[in-house]
């Protein structure tokens, strides 16, 4: 039995956020949801907990031109994993099975050069953890991985301080800053396959709402999860079916306790 957290702001849960708590329970893992404020539509036995107390979480920081609080969830998961024991699981994120790992490396490369950090979990003692809670929210400077034009573009902009962190390029210290720090540390041998989580591409986001097009069949044999891309399948569901939920496709199997 693993012990998972994550982190939750905004509205009610959607289809996707209770398909994917609901697949850990369905594997018999613990999973908390972190948030700022208390939760009435958790699925039965999932907990959840004060975000704040990993970390202050009355103003969430967001990034500033997409508004998005990925930003606050990514400075949020790397606290978690230095204080507590639990694996950080994205809120869209199908189980497979349970995330006992039988290892405190869990990370999965999303592509051949880019490790993902929607299931993460590093030791304490890891190199990458300690560099990546080095990250505040009131960190200024540039990106560390940016090189050539790109970087010297950031500081000419930030008059050779650099930006605030929420002017950094979208993704910046999430999966661009996770595999910059593994590989520089050595720590990326750790990576388990593109198939362990992220077999389905993001480019093939809309085979988890068409009807029959995806089943638990289609998947890796040695895939832990899958990946559902919310943010992208929220925008195929909207656009493609008037935001809901298609009898029969993958989504709503997985949200049937059918995966």
């Given amino acids: 039995m693993a012990e998972l957290g994550t982190f939750w702001t905004g509205g009610p849960l959607g289809p996707i956020e209770l398909a994917s708590l609901r697949s850990f329970r369905r594997y018999g893992d613990c999973v908390t949801v972190y948030s700022p404020h ?8 999932v907990m959840w907990c004060d975000a704040s107390d990993v970390m202050p979480s009355h103003k969430i920081i967001l990034h500033r031109k997409s508004q998005s609080p990925a930003l606050h969830s990514d ?14 699981v994205d809120l869209d994120i199908i189980a497979l099975r349970s995330f ?7 990370f999965g490369y999303e592509t051949p050069g880019e490790v993902n950090g929607a299931i993460l979990q590093l030791p304490k ?3 990458t953890l300690q560099a990546l809670l080095a990250v505040r929210p009131n960190t200024k400077g540039i990106p560390p991985y940016l090189t050539g034009f ?9 008059f050779g301080r650099g930006l605030p962190l ?13 595999t910059h720090y593994l590989a520089e540390f050595d720590e990326i041998q750790h990576a388990l396959p593109i198939s362990a989580f992220y077999s389905i591409p993001l480019g093939e986001t809309a085979r988890f709402a068409a009807p029959g097009a995806l089943t638990r069949n289609d998947l890796p044999s040695d895939a832990w999860a899958v990946h559902l891309w919310g943010s992208k399948l929220r925008q195929v569901l909207q656009r493609n079916y008037s935001g809901h939920v298609p009898e029969g496709s993958f989504l709503d199997l997985a949200l049937r306790d059918r995966i």
């Fill in 125 to 127: 003692s890891s190199l």
């Fill in 166 to 178: 929420d002017l950094w390029p979208w993704g910046s210290i999430g999966p661009r800053l996770l």
């Fill in 100 to 106: 006992d790992f039988g290892t405190e490396w869990v």
């Fill in 150 to 158: 790109r970087k010297a573009k950031y500081w000419v902009k930030g």
């Fill in 38 to 45: 208390p939760m009435t539509d958790l699925p039965e036995g």
């Fill in 75 to 88: 400075l949020f998961r790397y606290q978690l994993i230095e204080k507590t024991n639990k694996i950080w």
